[in-house]
């Protein structure tokens, strides 16, 4: 029996390849449309591209710098020049670029107004407020280191003892002047007498992705593995169509084995998909692969019987071959959008509960439980059982309604 199916699953196989629209359907596709969506959604690397330009070499250019490249938000480049940056800028490799005046410090010290210039991408106006604000908040401990070292200067130029005074003297008392009154400041900021806290809900697990590419590549492999669906329909209903199916059964082949054969081929085939679509994403997008090759192996060989066997229960509902591929495509676009393979469903809410009723949404959660949230194999037990119920549920109402003749 075994051998029979997988003779069968051979034929389909070699049939299946020589379609060369549908091997560009299956397997090119969901590629390009994880690359192109994962780059408009922030690409490999996630960050607002900004360059730098630093005219300045005084200690309040150096903090602001500082600062900048503490911030996870930017991806910074340093330039040398204002020029460089404009053009790069007008070629829309960044975002924006951040221009520190040559005269910041002298400026600062003279307590003389000053402006830390920040050029925006004119195609990418909505990004101008982001860094306009970040800048704002970078400058804020220096504007105050600023105005603390012009209240001392003012203070001591009032003493009447300031005439007198050696000017080494008097650059030490303020500069141990200035230090205390800073870290009064800092501690005052690090340790306010009011704090604001942010805490997560009890119980709710918060994960964030590397990149926008470590969704999209799991999302649309799932996406497009259910796109077999429709194939598998209009496959067996040609058979059916062509009196294939009554020859067949003619010959000692057993019914089992010609169901197991046809499942067998596109359940390889969702494997080809999936190491298709997450080695690219590995290869060329640094998407992780996480450390469970086992899980993944289980999570797709779910995926993979949950999608054969949706395809043969369109068969058996379907009356034609135009009609099962309507049904395929369109249970394929319906069951991605709600189960989170087009976009993403937030956590909790309508749509969340509606996605759970899909597939694709426990597909999908068990990748990424693999690949970007560090789980194991007991972690995506319950997305395989899911998918395995499923996929069973699908093959029992398929036995029972399809009709070799």
Same mark, same amino acid.
């Given at each position: 029996?075994?051998?029979?199916?997988?003779?069968?699953?051979?034929?389909?196989?070699?049939?299946?390849?020589?379609?060369?629209?549908?091997?560009?359907?299956?397997?090119?596709?969901?590629?390009?449309?994880?690359?192109?969506?994962?780059?408009?959604?922030?690409?490999?690397?996630?960050?607002?591209?900004?360059?730098?330009?630093?005219?300045?070499?005084?200690?309040?250019?150096?903090?602001?710098?500082? +600062?900048?490249?503490?911030? #996870?938000? @930017?991806?910074?480049? $340093?330039?040398? !020049?204002? &020029?460089? *940056?404009?053009?790069?800028?007008?070629?829309?490799?960044?975002?924006?670029?951040?221009?520190?005046?040559?005269?910041?410090?002298?400026?600062?010290?003279?307590?003389?107004?000053?402006?830390?210039?920040?050029?925006?991408?004119?195609?990418?106006?909505?990004?101008?407020?982001?860094?306009?604000?970040?800048?704002?908040?970078?400058?804020?401990?220096?504007?105050?280191?600023?105005?603390?070292?012009?209240?001392?200067?003012?203070?001591?130029?009032?003493?009447?003892?300031?005439?007198?005074?050696?000017?080494?003297?008097?650059?030490?008392?303020?500069?141990?002047?200035?230090?205390?009154?800073?870290?009064?400041?800092?501690?005052?900021?690090?340790?306010?007498? +009011?704090?604001?806290?942010? #805490?997560? @809900?009890?119980?709710? $697990?918060?994960? !964030?992705? &590397?990149? *926008?590419?470590?969704?999209?590549?799991?999302?649309?492999?799932?996406?497009?593995?259910?796109?077999?669906?429709?194939?598998?329909?209009?496959?067996?209903?040609?058979?059916?169509?062509?009196?294939?199916?009554?020859?067949?059964?003619?010959?000692?082949?057993?019914?089992?084995?010609?169901?197991?054969?046809?499942?067998?081929?596109?359940?390889?085939?969702?494997?080809?998909?999936?190491?298709?679509?997450?080695?690219v994403g590995a290869l060329f997008f640094g998407m992780p692969l996480g450390s469970s090759p086992l899980g993944l192996l289980l999570v797709t060989?779910?995926?993979?019987?949950?999608?054969?066997?949706?395809?043969?229960?369109?068969?058996?509902?379907?009356?034609?071959?135009?009609?099962?591929?309507?049904?395929?495509?369109?249970?394929?676009?319906?069951?991605?959008?709600?189960?989170?393979?087009?976009?993403?469903?937030?956590?909790?809410?309508?749509?969340?509960?509606?996605?759970?009723?899909?597939?694709?949404?426990?597909?999908?959660?068990?990748?990424?439980?693999?690949?970007?949230?560090?789980?194991?194999?007991?972690?995506?037990?319950?997305?395989?059982?899911?998918?395995?119920?499923?996929?069973?549920?699908?093959?029992?109402?398929?036995?029972?309604?399809?009709?070799?003749?």
């Amino acid at each position: 029996m075994i051998r029979k199916a997988l003779a069968v699953a051979w034929k389909e196989l070699l049939i299946l390849f020589r379609d060369r629209g549908q091997l560009a359907v299956l397997f090119l596709m969901p590629v390009m449309f994880a690359s192109v969506i994962g780059s408009a959604f922030g690409g490999g690397t996630p960050g607002i591209a900004v360059y730098l330009v630093n005219l300045d070499d005084s200690p309040y250019s150096a903090q602001v710098v500082d +600062i900048l490249y503490q911030i #996870e938000a @930017l991806r910074i480049t $340093e330039l040398e !020049s204002v &020029e460089e *940056a404009d053009r790069l800028l007008a070629d829309g490799q960044a975002l924006a670029a951040i221009i520190i005046p040559a005269e910041l410090g002298q400026k600062i010290d003279a307590f003389e107004r000053t402006y830390v210039e920040v050029m925006v991408d004119p195609t990418q106006q909505q990004y101008a407020s982001i860094v306009v604000g970040i800048m704002q908040d970078v400058l804020a401990p220096v504007i105050v280191q600023g105005e603390v070292q012009h209240g001392i200067r003012t203070v001591m130029r009032e003493s009447p003892a300031y005439e007198t005074m050696d000017p080494q003297v008097l650059r030490m008392v303020e500069a141990q002047t200035r230090g205390v009154i800073m870290t009064q400041l800092r501690d005052m900021f690090e340790n306010p007498r +009011i704090r604001v806290e942010v #805490e997560d @809900l009890e119980g709710v $697990e918060v994960r !964030s992705l &590397e990149s *926008a590419y470590s969704y999209t590549m799991p999302s649309y492999a799932v996406m497009f593995a259910f796109f077999i669906v429709g194939n598998i329909a209009s496959t067996l209903l040609a058979e059916k169509e062509q009196g294939t199916f009554r020859r067949l059964l003619a010959a000692p082949l057993p019914r089992a084995s010609l169901i197991a054969g046809n499942m067998l081929a596109y359940i390889l085939v969702v494997f080809l998909q999936v190491a298709v679509v997450l080695g690219v994403g590995a290869l060329f997008f640094g998407m992780p692969l996480g450390s469970s090759p086992l899980g993944l192996l289980l999570v797709t060989l779910a995926l993979a019987l949950a999608a054969t066997a949706l395809g043969m229960l369109v068969a058996s509902l379907a009356r034609t071959r135009s009609q099962a591929d309507g049904i395929g495509f369109v249970l394929g676009l319906v069951l991605a959008a709600i189960g989170g393979a087009v976009v993403p469903i937030p956590d909790k809410g309508f749509l969340h509960l509606l996605s759970l009723l899909t597939p694709h949404a426990h597909a999908i959660e068990g990748i990424l439980k693999l690949t970007s949230y560090g789980g194991g194999l007991v972690d995506v037990l319950p997305q395989v059982g899911l998918l395995s119920g499923v996929a069973l549920l699908f093959f029992l109402v398929a036995m029972w309604r399809f009709r070799f003749e």
